[in-house]
């Protein structure tokens, strides 16, 4: 089960996955665990804004936009939408900023999911 908290000492969302299950004496454990993609994508993001490819301010506009265009085509508010949100913003930003076409990004993402595909489980993608 996907959950979400919300860390009130950082004042910051946290998607987290929630995995339950019941012990031999009945009680229920409920076992939380952050999914890295989060960090890695919003640490892509920082990194960009920090070497001047765009502002924090442009990286919150194209995230929001993104959201609310995926809340309007009715998508169910989960870490899947907010994922493709984030990819997302990454890419209209990295298009717009840094100077890669739409058919550049659309190429090199096509090389990078067929190398992801054709890697044996555990093993470092290479393109």
């Given at each position: ?68 265009k995926a809340e309007a085509q ?54």
């Amino acid at each position: 089960m996907l959950d979400a908290k919300h860390d009130s000492t950082e004042n910051n969302y946290c998607p987290i996955a929630t995995t339950r299950y019941h012990n031999m004496y009945g009680g229920v454990i409920v076992r939380r665990v952050f999914i890295p993609w989060q960090a890695q994508a919003l640490a892509l993001a920082h990194t960009m804004v920090q070497a001047g490819h765009f502002t924090a301010t442009a990286w919150a506009k194209a995230l929001g936009a993104a959201l609310k265009k995926a809340e309007a085509q009715g998508a169910s508010d989960t870490l899947e939408t907010y994922y493709t949100a984030v990819v997302s913003a990454l890419e209209k930003l990295s298009e717009e900023h840094v100077g890669i076409s739409t058919q550049e990004r659309v190429r090199r993402r096509a090389d990078w999911e067929a190398a992801y595909h054709r890697t044996p489980h555990g093993m470092p993608v290479e393109l």
